[in-house]
């Protein structure tokens, strides 16, 4: 019983950083105010980038 509480523990704490990870998408798109606004904070240029397949 002994060996599986530490165990138990590393695996939530695994679980919980990978759910916070996936929660916060660095690549999801962004409204244009959003992105606009995020690069004026850092004092990057804004590229957008599009396509079309036809």
């Known amino acids: 019983m002994r ?3 530490p165990a138990i523990a ?3 704490l695994v679980l919980v950083a990978t759910a916070a990870a ?3 998408d660095p690549a999801a798109p962004l409204t244009y105010e959003k ?3 995020a690069a004026k904070h850092e004092g990057k240029v804004l590229v957008i980038d599009f396509y079309a397949d036809w």
């Open 3 to 5: 060996r599986s509480l």
């Open 10 to 12: 590393l695996l939530a």
């Open 22 to 24: 996936a929660a916060t």
């Open 35 to 37: 992105a606009l606004k």
